[in-house]
């Protein structure tokens, strides 16, 4: 998931004596590409796309992610066995089984070998009523069976002229992280996605993604302190297309895209391979 670094410099000081004047310790954090299906792409046709992607996405410099709808998880995951692309799901309940017709466990995830689960998009939070309460619980419940969830959060176009942006964003990620230990947090990935950007072909401007992306940071900063923030991820979604791609994952605190429609189409192998195409 990461890449670590050491640098050490010794000087040698005059009288003889050897003093380690720096110590640097570093983490590369690994880019994820991940796609978000939506509901969309019925058993077979899911097994066609990827058929058709996987020679091209399965990439060694980056990691690769399906996440798929829950009827697609298990023929997705037939397809990918022999490949380094994981299968995430779209959405997951946070109580461990019993009487919740409809629903998915994390559980049910992990044993057919799902990796990741995306939690809060806006998609849900507009459609399905949830709430940071619940994202919380699913965030909670996700980490304990070592699934890697990722937290969706952005603001509205309001919010954003209203100026309220970062305090909007700062809200859902202390309430999501609200009592999730930073030995689970580390690996939790963050998909900041401006919902004015989500699938209008509206993408927001490198500076903007960036500088949420990095208040998002400091916001992890606050919580669990620097070691946990700079290791955590932080993906771009909105609009995500091959011209914006590297522009956008090339910005310091951007470590990825959550992708929406461009992910069901040939456009996807050429995200996941933005660094060949500069
Ligand atoms: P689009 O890439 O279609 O804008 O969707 C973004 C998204 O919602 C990914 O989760």
Redesign the pocket.
Known sequence: MWKYGFKCVIILTTNGTTNILEIEVYIMRRKLIAG?WKMNMTPSQAVKLVNELKPHVDNKDVDVLFCVPAIDIIPVINEVKDTDIEVGAENVFYEEKGAYTGELSPEMLVDAGVKYV?IG?S?RRQYFNEDDDIINKKLKKVVEHDLIPIL?CGETLEQREDGVTLDFIRKQINNAFKNIPSEKAINCVI?Y?PIW????GKVATTEQAQEVCCAIRGFIKDIYGSLVADQIRILY????SAANASALFVQPDIDGG?????SLKPEFAQIVNYLKEE
């Open positions: 978000n995306i998009h998609e969706c998909a996605e950007a989500i699938g209008t979604g909105g609009s995500v959550l992708v929406g429609g461009a």
